[in-house]
């Protein structure tokens, strides 16, 4: 069968674009490997509990009606109402170092505040640097990579304060050791910093459901159990999709959200005619381990209210492959409760994530992996209650997940969550006709991902 476009992967910058391309009447058709939707952002449900994979936060908050930003900006191209989403603002979160917390929230006159107070000699400093990340123009598809690490220390001159603001933006989007590409900073910068951070109350299903919803009552085709053996080619062309069942699908054009090194790994060696063979993906190494706790009371009656706790223990924040297993210096600690909903969640929920290496967790036997990862929910555990109430009495359930399960269900090289370290900004690839979106594109975050998929079908699809 033939159709005008082929996206892999039911992930959310797949679905956006396969409901911007059905809203143009187009022939698209997503096909999915697994039996549900959501990629890198599904649920599941276990012992009778439902759980979020990505999610911690929805970037890029914005209240209902608001006509700028890119929340509102995919709203319109997806025509989707507010409502669908229905983001409840977070209470407020904090970057924890030694010796110093940032607090932020979604004004972000807060952080601002805070930085003139903790570091009053960078006061001008971070002025100027505010207004350069401001004026830069990250969604200039063209531009070379640059060092964000560099760029700051241009402006400013401690350390720590560099660091602390790299932290969080890592976190939520870096697949680069210890830095950012410059126009990813400014990306997670504006979303986090500037915007904020919403969830909504029932996690990401109401997100994918409705993205799911919209697509199909557009006349878009989605494929489960459909997963893409190997892309085919003419010359330098992409034309088709074999599945894993061997049955054959053409198009006129192909929109991957694999991952560039997952799709080139697809494709047949590149043949020598072809002028330009530029873009290399490499293989990330950033990825990482998370627990879920169910609690039997709520972190705000144990005393704890706030959203999201970046924290760094150590003098030096590194953000890289860690020799150990898992990097128990520096973290995430989510507290899905601590938004403000107009009713409470039914249980308490404590979800902490920590840098892992990829290569021990690929490599244990079934039985020493679940020795391993009990033993690690411990000790990451552990370090997260030196920054919040000790809650460990109140758990009446545990989850977690580790490179393995991600790479187990998302197909991504090394369990790694943000893929390469080197984008493809303008989707393309080494192939006519086969354009990357998603997390190898380049835009971060939830409202990031779907804005690549909207944002590519729009620039390759929508314009021949």
Known sequence: MHYETLIIGAGLSGLAAGIRLAYFDQQVCVLERHTTIGGLNSFYRLRGRNHDVGLHAV????????????????????????????????NGSSIKFPGCTLQFSNDFELLHEQINSAFPSEKDHFARLHQFLINFDE???????????????????????????????????????????????????????????GRPFKGVRPIMKTLVRQYKKLGGELRLRAGVKRILTDGNRAVGVE???GTQL??????????????????PPCPSTKEEASFEPIAGDVTFNEIIDTLDTTPAELGHNETIIFFNNSEKFSY????????????IICSPNNFQYDTPLEEGCIRVTALANHDYWLSLSEEEYIEAKADWVQKIRETAIQHLPD?????????????????????????????APNKSLDGSTNWDNLLLCGTDQ???????????GITMANNHCLMN
């Open 243 to 245: 599945l894993d069942d």
């Open 442 to 452: 380049g835009f971060l975050g939830i409202v990031g991902a779907m804005l690549s």
């Open 391 to 419: 809650y460990r009495s109140h758990i009446i359930d545990t989850d977690s997940f580790t490179p393995k399960t991600i790479k187990r269900y998302t197909g991504h090289i090394n369990g790694c969550v943000y893929g």
């Open 59 to 90: 970037t890029n908050y914005a209240k209902p009606g608001t006509k700028t930003g890119p929340l509102s900006k995919l709203l319109r191209q997806l025509r989707i109402r507010w409502d669908d989403f229905s983001l409840c603002e977070q």
């Open 320 to 331: 890289r492959k860690p020799d150990e297993p898992c990097d128990l210096q520096s973290g």
């Open 250 to 267: 053409t198009a006129d054009r192909i929109l991957s959200s694999a991952g560039a090194v997952e799709t080139a790994q697809l494709c």
């Open 139 to 197: 969604l200039d598809l063209q531009q070379n990579a640059q060092s964000a690490r560099e760029t700051l220390n241009q402006y400013l001159g401690d350390a720590m304060l560099i660091d602390m603001l790299f932290c969080p933006l890592m976190f939520y989007g870096s697949a680069k050791p210890d830095d950012m590409d410059l126009n990813q900073f400014v990306v997670m910068y504006k979303s986090i910093f500037m915007e904020g951070f």
